[in-house]
């Protein structure tokens, strides 16, 4: 079955289904969709098992992790964080074997980044969707991300005018996650009733000596020294490698799908637009254009990818040296890319 995100809950009231795979672009929307999932295994006691997949993954380690028995529980959850959604001709046949054969001792939990429509299509994926459920999480636009700060707000007990929220919105440009580390920045600063424009200015300038959204700007326009030093300021401040990762990794594949479409053609007017680009970002987008061709645009999002796995511990380089490479070659340095 398809679900919407909203529809998870009461679904999941009648009970676990065998497998899930919820895929989206936005960090956010993906990881709170996916932990409602994760408490009902936890409540009925599950164990936690997850598996990571890459160009060398071993379809096998699924088909075995679901028969083998773990040491903590009879039943388990398998989480399969699959980025790319495409599995290959082994992968699909291993999901529709166990899609198939779904043991009710264990939930599947696959992951993905957003799909293509043709994926939707193959034939491991309408088994997953007939043996359990699929919810695609789609991302707020800039039309939905007032409505959407505003009840995040009254999550926490706030309110605030228009005005602010606007600011917020403004501020945060779509990045769901940023945008709930500002609500709970505001949550700490402030006692008002509600929030106004002044107190959301004085907050982010009490909070924030060096923010991810600079670091990214200053990165599209070039500034390598500039950049180095809000990165270091970042790290000084804790800020964590994955939610630096998270930012500068949608930055690129943005400016990848762009540059793809100018070498096709198209006006660049016309693609920032279709790309969703807010117009006061258009000028360091474009900066960043002239500089990067697509092929090193891919070659900057695997290296993101490469930083993903020293993050998760699957790779022995230092994600903070990785993440200085990634931000000096993004701004025009010329240093070398390790893998």
């Given at each position: 079955?398809?679900?919407?995100?909203?529809?998870?809950?009461?679904?999941?009231?009648?009970?676990?289904?065998?497998?899930?795979?919820?895929?989206?672009?936005?960090?956010?929307?993906?990881?709170?969709?996916?932990?409602?999932?994760?408490?009902?295994?936890?409540?009925?006691?599950?164990?936690?098992?997850?598996?990571?997949?890459?160009?060398?993954?071993?379809?096998?380690?699924?088909?075995?992790?679901?028969?083998?028995?773990?040491?903590?529980?009879?039943?388990?959850?398998?989480?399969?964080?699959?980025?790319?959604?495409?599995?290959?001709?082994?992968?699909?046949?291993?999901?529709?074997?166990?899609?198939?054969?779904?043991?009710?001792?264990?939930?599947?939990?696959?992951?993905?980044?957003?799909?293509?429509?043709?994926?939707?299509?193959?034939?491991?994926?309408?088994?997953?969707?007939?043996?359990?459920?699929?919810?695609?999480?789609?991302?707020?636009?800039?039309?939905?991300?007032?409505?959407?700060?505003?009840?995040?707000?009254?999550?926490?007990?706030?309110?605030?005018?228009?005005?602010?929220i606007q600011m917020l919105a403004e501020r945060v440009e779509g990045n769901l996650l940023a945008a709930v580390q500002e609500i709970e920045k505001l949550?700490?600063?402030?006692?008002?009733?509600?929030?106004?424009?002044?107190?959301?200015?004085?907050?982010?300038?009490?909070?924030?000596?060096?923010?991810?959204?600079?670091?990214?700007?200053?990165?599209?326009?070039?500034?390598?020294?500039?950049?180095?030093?809000?990165?270091?300021?970042?790290?000084?401040?804790?800020?964590?490698?994955?939610?630096?990762?998270?930012?500068?990794?949608?930055?690129?594949?943005?400016?990848?799908?762009?540059?793809?479409?100018?070498?096709?053609?198209?006006?660049?007017?016309?693609?920032?637009?279709?790309?969703?680009?807010?117009?006061?970002?258009?000028?360091?987008?474009?900066?960043?254009?002239?500089?990067?061709?697509?092929?090193?645009?891919?070659?900057?999002?695997k290296t993101a990818n490469h930083i993903d796995q020293s993050i998760k511990g699957m790779s022995q380089d230092n994600s903070w040296d990785l993440l200085e490479q990634l931000v000096?070659?993004?701004?025009?340095?010329?240093?070398?890319?390790?893998?």
């Open positions: 079955m398809r679900l919407r995100p909203d529809q998870l809950q009461q679904n999941l009231s009648k009970g676990l289904l065998p497998v899930y795979i919820v895929s989206g672009d936005d960090t956010l929307l993906v990881q709170e969709c996916c932990d409602p999932i994760r408490l009902n295994c936890r409540k009925q006691g599950f164990s936690r098992e997850i598996l990571h997949v890459d160009a060398s993954f071993d379809w096998n380690e699924l088909l075995a992790s679901a028969s083998a028995m773990s040491l903590f529980s009879e039943r388990k959850l398998i989480e399969l964080r699959m980025p790319t959604g495409k599995p290959g001709d082994a992968g699909g046949k291993a999901l529709t074997e166990y899609a198939a054969n779904a043991s009710p001792d264990n939930v599947l939990l696959i992951i993905c980044n957003k799909l293509e429509s043709s994926t939707t299509r193959t034939k491991w994926y309408k088994t997953i969707e007939a043996a359990g459920a699929s919810i695609q999480c789609w991302p707020i636009d800039a039309r939905q991300l007032p409505r959407w700060i505003s009840n995040r707000l009254n999550m926490v007990g706030l309110k605030a005018d228009n005005e602010a949550r700490l600063y402030t006692n008002a009733d509600i929030i106004d424009a002044d107190t959301v200015t004085a907050a982010v300038a009490d909070n924030a000596r060096y923010d991810i959204f600079g670091l990214v700007d200053r990165t599209l326009q070039g500034d390598s020294k500039g950049s180095l030093k809000m990165l270091q300021g970042l790290k000084a401040e804790g800020t964590e490698p994955p939610v630096l990762l998270w930012a500068l990794s949608r930055e690129l594949r943005t400016l990848c799908q762009c540059a793809e479409q100018v070498e096709q053609g198209n006006g660049i007017d016309r693609v920032l637009q279709n790309q969703r680009v807010w117009d006061k970002r258009k000028a360091i987008t474009k900066n960043a254009l002239q500089r990067l061709t697509t092929k090193q645009l891919q070659q900057l999002i000096a070659t993004m701004a025009g340095a010329k240093l070398a890319i390790k893998h």
